[in-house]
Every structure is written in structure tokens, then in C-alpha cells.
């Protein structure tokens, strides 16, 4: 649980909350991105001369209370200890005339793979073994929890100079339950799961590793298998054009589940009549990249349709692909 700071944050707004001088703590140093749910700054601690990020909480309606996402990554990154996921260090509520604004103080790290990858930086393999181990190790640790993240990609995966990535941005992140349903309306259309886009509201851990895998596709060929869909519908078939058609009984789960989106069932369908031997994943590393095939099958493994038979992460960190694993970054 939240612990006292959680139970205010829950029934309070932010400008009921104790209000803290940021200033006397922290020097902030630069901005240094922003997202969705706030901008984040590069801070240094006056006190121990810590360098942190601060991630300034973006609070549209103060009436509505305490943003849910922030009150998600608060609950779930004070609970979290891992190596490889970002770590939580405390909350700053700073007063003023107008209105308060709330600061989360996390873990700060020097760059995240969003950028590396606008940059052009190339991995060899042996370093992208060693970015998929962590970042598999990480989901292991939160799934182990019943925690799923929901929003991972390149922006939410930090990295610095050591070769170290952590995972971040916990704002989507929940706790699994199977009796109650999911929102539909998670991740980038380019990381989401295929039973997303197919209505699927029961959704489990299993979409982290279908956009795990998409990530790692993108590290090893150099580039977003979906560079050039500007749809979600254009996403989806990509992922047909990527993993091939559904077989014959997984096509009748998805016509099931697409009730209400016609247009998704339609495509499947003139796929399957028309233009059945698509290309699958592992054609596509092969003329894309040098990839060795115990990587061509975890990816493979990883980017399964059918999510009941997608390896899970930790099935994934026993894979061949990291028996003999040299990490070199």
C-alpha cells in the first residue's frame, strides 16, 4: 500500500497535501524531457549532492484530485526494489500563489533508447543481449508481482554510460485481476499486443512481452518494423504482414473478440482469401539483419498471436539465446 503519504494522496488534492520548498532541497539543473503525464528535470540534492530526476506531475484539473497515473507509480515504484527498474526516492509538494505542483523524485539516468535510437546508435548483438536480458529480467520481477506495465517502449526504457537500462514511466502500470476489465486504450499503437487491438478487456502480463519483443525487433534491424504506418489500422496490418495470418482456430477467438470492430475482422479476412503466405518474423530478421537463429526464435517466441502461447519472461530469460551470454557494452 501507499502507506499515510498514499491514503492523503488518494483523498486529497495536491494542494491539501504538506507543502515542501523544493528549493532548499534540490537544484534543479535543466529540463530535461517531457511526456504524457508531466516534464522531467535534471535535479542535483544540495544535501548529499545526489544528481535525481525530478518528474514535475502534469495536473489538469485540480479538483478532479491527485492524478490517477501518478498515484499508480507512486503506490507501485515505493514497493519496487530492481536493478533494472527505475527507483522511487520521495514526493515534493511545492506550494505557491497560484496552485501547488507535485514533483516525484526518482533514479536519474543519463539518456533512454527513444533517443539513442533517433540518434542512430547501433548495438551490436552482444550488447542488444545484454539491453534484452535486463529488460526481461525486469518484467520478470513484475510480473512475479501481478504487476504488468503496459506502456513499455523506448522512451520508459532509461539507459546510461554503464550499459545499465531501467524500466520506467509506472503510470499505466497495474496490478493484474481477472475480475475486472482492462482499459483498451494502452500503449503506442506500434508496442500494443494484437488482442488489444482486438477488443480483448481480460488482457494479461503476456502484452508486456509482445511489446518487449517489438522493441528488441527494433534494436536488432535498426529500425521500427511500423516506420512507415501512420494508423492503428496500418499497425495491425503489420502485425499480419509480421507474424503471418491466424491459423484456423485462432482466426475464430479474434472474429469473437472483434465484435464492434468490423473493419479489423474484414482485413483478417481478405488476408487469409487473398494473400495467405505472408511474411513471418523470422523472414523478416533474415533479410533485415545478421541475427543468429536462437535470436530469431525467442523473437519469434515473444511475438506469438495467440497470447495463451506466447513465452512468458521468465520462460524467455531461460531461453538458448542466453546460455552462453558474454554481455559486452
Not at 527513444?114 to 551490436?124: A, D, K, P, S, T
Not at 477467438?253 to 523470422?282: A, Y
Not at 495467440?306 to 512468458?312: D, E, F, S, V
Amino acid at each position: 500500500m501507499l502507506g499515510n503519504l498514499g491514503v492523503q494522496i488518494c483523498r486529497t488534492t495536491s494542494s491539501q497535501l504538506p507543502a515542501q520548498d523544493l528549493d532548499q532541497t534540490y537544484i534543479i539543473q535543466r529540463h530535461v524531457g517531457q511526456g504524457k503525464y508531466g516534464q522531467v528535470f535534471k535535479a542535483q540534492n544540495k544535501l548529499n549532492k545526489q544528481i535525481v530526476a525530478l518528474k514535475k506531475i502534469k495536473q489538469e484539473k485540480e479538483a478532479n484530485g491527485f492524478p490517477r497515473t501518478a498515484m499508480r507509480e507512486i503506490h507501485l515504484l515505493s514497493s519496487m526494489k530492481h536493478e533494472n527498474i527505475v527507483s522511487f526516492k520521495e514526493v515534493i509538494v511545492q506550494s505557491s500563489k497560484e496552485k501547488a505542483s507535485t514533483f516525484l523524485v526518482l533514479e536519474y539516468m543519463d539518456t533512454d533508447l527513444h533517443n539513442l535510437l533517433q540518434r542512430r546508435i547501433v548495438f551490436g548483438l552482444d550488447q542488444v543481449r545484454c539491453l534484452m536480458y535486463q529488460i526481461l529480467d525486469a518484467l520478470t520481477y513484475l510480473h512475479s508481482r501481478n504487476v504488468y506495465h503496459r506502456d513499455l517502449k523506448p522512451n520508459n526504457i532509461l539507459y546510461n554510460d554503464k550499459g545499465q537500462v531501467k524500466i520506467c514511466d509506472f503510470g499505466m502500470a497495474n496490478e493484474y485481476s481477472k475480475r475486472r476489465p482492462q482499459t483498451k486504450r494502452i500503449l503506442v499503437p506500434q508496442y500494443r499486443a494484437p488482442e488489444i487491438y482486438l477488443g480483448e478487456q481480460q488482457y494479461d502480463c503476456s502484452v508486456d512481452v509482445w511489446s518487449a519483443g517489438i522493441l528488441f525487433l527494433e534494436l536488432i534491424v535498426k529500425q521500427s518494423p511500423f516506420v512507415l504506418a501512420k494508423s492503428e489500422f496500418q499497425c495491425f496490418a503489420k502485425i499480419i504482414d509480421l507474424c503471418g495470418t491466424p491459423t484456423e482456430g485462432l482466426n475464430f477467438i479474434f472474429s469473437f473478440m472483434v465484435i464492434g470492430q468490423m473493419r479489423i475482422h474484414f482485413h483478417i479476412t481478405m488476408n487469409i482469401s487473398k494473400d495467405p503466405k505472408k511474411e513471418h518474423c523470422e523472414r523478416y530478421l533474415h533479410a533485415q539483419s545478421s541475427a543468429p537463429p536462437q535470436l530469431i526464435d525467442l523473437i519469434d517466441r515473444m511475438l506469438t498471436l495467440n497470447p495463451a502461447k506466447r513465452i512468458k519472461a521468465q520462460e524467455a530469460l531461460k531461453h538458448q539465446y542466453f546460455e552462453n551470454r558474454i554481455f559486452v557494452m
